[in-house]
């Protein structure tokens, strides 16, 4: 059973799960993305630059390929910031990663995601950041 969130109820959800002293629950953050999602991660020069449609291919190509190379002990991302609008359906986060790669490579960047809520679920995302660092860290290519 899904349940249906306003934007301010799944921005209070992004805020918890990115509070300093919280765990990270990827199951939880799943669930408020809906199965077609359009997720995009704007910017050019790098191959995973791009839009991926449907969790599927969100986690295949994008996040998952991202996950697998960070070692996890040592990575962060905090929120600095949420905010919502219910009328607009829409979710504004500022997240502040803090991440090591297995390979030792470390990365911070400040990261903005404009989400868009529609029927209790995120429906598209899109995620600006500087990619210069991306890049220095994991590359052009995620392959």
């Not at 986060?93 to 090591?100: C, F, I, K, Q």
């Not at 404009?114 to 679920?121: E, F, I, N, P, W």
């Amino acid at each position: 059973m899904s349940t249906s969130r306003s934007a301010s109820e799944i921005a209070q959800i992004l805020r918890h799960l990115g509070d300093p002293g919280s765990d990270p629950d990827p199951q939880a953050f799943d669930e408020l993305l809906a199965d077609d999602i359009r997720w995009q991660l704007m910017g050019s020069g790098l191959e995973y630059a791009r839009t991926y449609s449907g969790k599927a291919e969100l986690y295949g190509e994008y996040m998952g390929k991202l996950q697998a190379r960070l070692d996890h002990s040592r990575s962060r991302t905090s929120t600095v910031e949420v905010m919502a609008d219910d009328g607009q359906g829409m979710v504004t986060v500022h997240n502040s990663d803090d991440l090591v790669l297995a390979d030792g490579k470390a990365l911070k960047v400040e990261v903005a995601l404009l989400m868009k809520v529609t029927d209790g679920k995120v429906t598209e995302v899109r995620e600006f950041m500087d990619l210069r660092p991306v890049e220095a860290a994991f590359g052009a290519s995620l392959a």
